[in-house]
């Protein structure tokens, strides 16, 4: 009996492990799925200048920056003082308006409001594809050191450093009554109410329809939104 036992606990082991594999590689699938390669870019920096910032915390209060920025890497807050590039503490930032545009802080990442619709919002994040640009250094033999790590600045010994270039991914996200879902149809599926599935498929079989565009993200943000 004790044996039947444990070779029944075992099995249940080994399928509970099996299970969770498999749920763990679908959303590792979707993730890869959402990225979007968006071209490449010469600076570490959303913006070629520092600009001025209005910050916003999570505690209410209002903070104007004169110079600041966004870094690639992780899409965080940077900004300059006393001649110093510094990282702001993404744990506490709300909100960021620069340019003229406006970001939200997404998880420690600052994502830009595309559009809103009610209580519903379409949000981009640009990141450097760390892993794709590793993978170019490796076939780029006159690179003797370069760093995209916690600093600002990449730095290269040899005279070329101008025409390093970074792979961009963006990843666009629905933020529905406070709760984020990428733009990815299998994932925007399980959040659709059944009362907007026939609006929701007749939207995105459209003609034309393109997940990895904004103009085609904003009709579902307005599906959403009714």
């Known amino acids: 009996m004790f ?33 979007i390669p968006a071209g490449e870019t010469e600076r570490v920096t959303l913006f070629k200048e520092y600009a001025p910032a209005v910050i ?8 104007q920056q004169r110079e600041a920025n966004i870094f690639l890497k992780d899409a965080s807050l940077v ?46 994040v640009k990141n450097i594809d760390v892993e794709a640009f590793k993978g170019t250094l490796l076939n780029e033999s006159d690179i003797t050191n370069i760093s ?33 879902v990428r733009c990815h149809e299998r994932s925007v599926k399980l959040v659709v109410p059944k009362k907007k599935r026939s609006l929701y498929d007749a939207c995105i079989k459209q003609y034309g329809f393109d997940w990895t565009k904004a103009e085609y993200l904003k ?8």
């Open 219 to 226: 009709k579902v943000l307005r599906v959403l939104a009714e």
């Open 3 to 35: 044996f039947y036992y444990f070779c029944t606990q075992y099995k249940i082991t080994r399928m509970k492990k099996r299970l969770f594999s498999l749920v763990a590689m679908m959303f590792v699938a979707l993730h890869i799925m959402s990225q």
């Open 148 to 180: 995209l790590g916690d600093n600002i600045a990449v730095t290269r010994l040899d005279p070329d450093a101008e025409s390093l270039k970074f792979p961009l991914v963006v990843t666009y996200y629905f933020v529905i009554g406070g709760k984020e």
């Open 79 to 124: 900004y300059k003082q006393l001649g110093k590039d510094l990282r702001a503490n993404m744990n506490i930032v709300k909100t960021v308006f620069i340019n003229k545009r406006q970001f939200v802080n997404l998880k420690n990442q600052l994502a830009e409001v595309i559009d809103t619709c009610s209580n519903c919002q379409l949000l981009c």
């Open 56 to 63: 916003e915390l999570t505690d209410g209060s209002i903070h």
